[in-house]
């Protein structure tokens, strides 16, 4: 079992910056993928950016350019850089993490933190 738990969200202003981060737990061993979904009101979960246990990132279009995402392997954290923050970018942040398990696959979500992005 993983246990992910996010922290970093807040109120920014447009053109503004912020990190968000997230420390997992249990066995995180098996961890293959580690990233960031959001959820914007009213619409369906989305794809942020992933980074693989080998470094390889994969970021939304919307978000290229502007949102770095990273790792720590030793402190099994993920982090989020945002910056050029849009009000396009308000949502709800989860956390994300998919193990691999001789055959088996299982994927761990966070509770969320919430981005508030002003114009």
């Known amino acids: 079992q993983v246990h992910l738990v996010e922290s970093g969200g807040g109120l920014v202003q447009a053109g503004g910056s912020l990190t968000l981060s997230c420390a997992a737990s249990?066995?995180?061993?098996?961890?293959?993928?580690h990233g960031w979904y959001r959820q914007a009101p009213g619409k369906q979960r989305e794809l942020v950016a992933t980074?693989?246990?080998?470094?390889?990132?994969n970021y939304a279009e919307s978000v290229k350019g502007r949102f770095t995402v990273s790792r720590d392997s030793a402190k099994n954290t993920v982090h989020l850089h945002m910056s050029s923050l849009k009000p396009e970018d308000t949502a709800v942040y989860y956390c994300?993490?998919?193990?691999?398990?001789?055959?088996?696959?299982?994927?761990?979500w966070g509770q969320g933190t919430q981005v508030t992005v002003s114009s």
């Open positions: 994300y993490a998919h193990q691999a398990v001789f055959d088996d696959t299982y994927e761990h």
């Open positions: 249990g066995s995180t061993r098996s961890i293959n993928i």
């Open positions: 980074i693989t246990n080998v470094g390889v990132t």
